[in-house]
């Protein structure tokens, strides 16, 4: 094994990088940072000893560690979206909110999901398939 096979990919980490959903026909896609960046790091210490001083039992359980997880990942991982719509076809643009609601409420679960693999891929360097990944330029749909 070459020593660069254990290299990981710190542009697509730090920088982020496009990732598409293949079993969406109208295109859907995401582009997310890894989890290792500095910043969600950085607010997952902090947020993991917030959430320990607060519990009686100082072990965290499940539930509170994926809401942290998924709120860190809406803050500091997903950085964008291309072709969401609407019921009514109009499309939804990115928001920092609308990233929260997204990532935080039961109902989207499908979506957290599949942001979730997403960075997940870039944590672990699955990015054969990611077309022009020096750049990752921006989709034309979006400028």
């Known amino acids: 094994m070459k020593l660069n096979e254990f290299e990981l990919n710190i542009d697509a980490i730090?920088?982020?990088v496009w990732i598409d959903d293949p079993a969406d026909?109208?295109?859907f896609k995401v582009r997310v940072k890894g989890r290792r960046t500095s910043a969600y790091?950085?607010?997952?210490g902090?947020?993991?000893t917030k959430?320990?001083?607060t519990s009686r039992k100082r072990d965290l359980d499940i539930p509170t560690v994926q809401?942290?997880?998924s709120?860190?990942?809406a803050k500091h991982c997903l950085m964008d979206w291309d072709n969401m719509f609407a019921d009514d076809g109009n499309k939804i643009p990115y928001?920092?909110?609308?990233a929260k609601k997204l990532m935080t409420e039961r109902k989207y679960q499908p979506f957290q999901d599949f942001v979730k693999a997403a960075v997940d891929r870039v944590d672990e360097n699955d990015l054969d398939d990611v077309e022009d990944l020096k750049g990752n330029s921006v989709p034309s749909s979006i400028t």
């Open 95 to 98: 928001s920092e909110e609308l």
């Open 41 to 44: 790091q950085k607010a997952q």
């Open 51 to 53: 959430a320990r001083k």
């Open 67 to 69: 809401r942290i997880d």
């Open 46 to 48: 902090a947020a993991l």
């Open 14 to 16: 730090d920088g982020g």
């Open 25 to 27: 026909e109208a295109g």
């Open 71 to 73: 709120e860190l990942v």
